[in-house]
């Protein structure tokens, strides 16, 4: 299974940014998939998941909603984030997972059931 994230970059307070995360080698269905982040000094924070059935139903964590959306294209195996109104605490490592931990607020991998890349750096500075 690989999950490899792409789109990071630096950007201006204010400024937007679209990450995409590409899988691959899933034999099977997975419950979610998503976005955690990782800033220096501080633990990983759950960022945005969907759901991978029918429904699709996005979840977001209270800071970054109303700024994130998420959305996926099956036919690609990809899900994007799309960043918008980016503030300085929004700097991180952004990774992709996906996997059977149910979407949630807090969406962050167990190392039993999930998948995660190898992250994408985004920098919010002026």
């Known amino acids: 299974v690989q999950l490899v994230e792409s789109g990071g970059g630096l950007v201006q307070p204010g400024g937007s940014l679209r990450l995409s995360c590409e899988t691959s080698?899933?034999?099977?269905?997975?419950?979610?998939m998503g976005w955690f982040r990782q800033a220096p000094g501080k633990e990983p924070e759950g960022v945005s998941c969907?759901?991978?059935?029918?429904?699709?139903?996005?979840t977001y964590a209270e800071s970054v909603k109303g700024r994130f959306t998420i959305s996926r294209d099956r036919a690609k195996n990809t899900v994007y984030l799309q960043m918008n109104d980016l503030k300085s605490e929004d700097t991180a490592v952004y990774f992709c997972?996906?996997?059977?931990?149910?979407?949630?607020?807090?969406?962050?991998?167990?190392?039993?059931?999930?998948?995660w890349g190898q992250g994408t750096q985004v920098t919010v500075s002026s």
């Open positions: 080698g899933f034999t099977g269905a997975h419950r979610a």
């Open positions: 969907i759901s991978t059935d029918d429904d699709g139903s996005a």
């Open positions: 997972m996906a996997g059977e931990t149910a979407c949630n607020r807090n969406y962050l991998p167990s190392p039993v059931y999930d998948f």
